[in-house]
């Protein structure tokens, strides 16, 4: 297969979105994951006529027959059984969040009046309304009305909302199981000291921690330059997996043996080479037991915007939410590149005076320089093309910060 387009590939991995199914997990347990429940509510929302301030519950229509004073009947704390009147001279003290009797349909602010010896007096010119200062019974919701519904991610205001509703847990989406292995003998790991010619593994961490926002959890594993150690070790991880993320090994210098390893294994071949920059080498398949292989190359620049451009979009197809990750930035300044390549830049992103989204592109070194991702906060896609993207010109960016 030649090498395809970024939308192409963007195409190819869409189509291996798949269900994982669904867990039951506690509130707390299920912050940030993504809901596969409606929420309903399970009585009228507020449940009662609810005063919205501090003040005396009166009828509305006493004034209509010249009561401006009342008899202070009893005070009445939010969660009290509603005190009742029996005539139009009476009121109730009651406080921000109290039931309000069907005797009563107005609150009066304790500013709006004066109250001495039990007796309430309305201040001179003072007018009510019926429902003044009361929240009414079912105003935001019926019984059985939707709340918060499925395919969202469950937030602090959905928790809360949940055990409004009286539940203590939720039905969530379950994550893939996944593997993240690097690849590479000249790769050590960090708390030892390289020769000369080694470096500190960093990929897999990279991989591990720009998943925890999304709640996914991975196992981490490395692989020498040994076809034999790949092939059985690839073996067990497709068995054990549902996703496996690799890092390096994809090119084709002499000791690439990943692609070669995954075929043999039944791995169905979806691409491999992207036409973009960095990380053109990408190879990305599936197996008939629907496992998953993103087989990204090594350099460190590459690996991680492969993550955020397919990966974290086939992961938000597979929970069904929306997958849509990019925004729209302008240039700050133009940018030169006569590749016949897509090219991914990375980016600042700032808001302007206009409130514009703009991207102050950074100068690289390669895919190799990872340095610059701890100040960008996104790459921007540019499209193979005029060689010259001028300021002011606007384009999809891709986000990674949080």
Partial sequence: MEMVSVAHAENIIGDYKKDYGTEQLSLAEALGRILAEDLLADRDLPPFNRATVDGIAVQSTALMTGVDRFD??????????????????????????????????????????????????????????????IHPEGKDKNRGDLLVDKNRVVTAAVIGLAASIGKTSLLVKKLPKIAVISTGDEMIPPDQSPTPYQLRRSNGVVIQAALVKYKVSVDLYHLNDDPKEINEALEGYLKSYDVLLMTGGVSKGKFDFVPEALEKLGVVKGFHKVRQRPGKPFWFGGSQAEKLVFAFPGNPVAVFMCLHRYFVPWLKQSLGIDAHCFSIATL?????????????????????????????????NGSGDFSNLVYADAFMELPVGPGVFKKGDRFKVWRYDW
């Avoid at 704390?77 to 139009?88: E, F, K, L, Y």
């Avoid at 980016?347 to 514009?356: D, F, Q, R």
């Fill in 72 to 133: 202070v009947v009893g005070v009445q704390a939010a969660g009290m059984t509603p005190i009742r009147i029996t005539s139009q001279d009476q009121c109730v003290e009651i406080m921000t969040g109290a039931a309000v009797d069907g005797s009563l349909d107005a609150v009066v602010r304790y500013e709006d009046c004066k109250i001495e010896n039990g007796r309430a007096t309305l201040l001179p010119g003072l007018m009510i309304a019926a429902g003044q200062n």
């Fill in 332 to 364: 700050t300044k133009d940018v030169v590149f006569n590749v016949p390549l897509q090219y991914f830049v990375q980016v600042k992103l700032t808001i302007n005076a206009e409130g514009i989204l703009i991207a102050t592109p950074f100068e690289t």
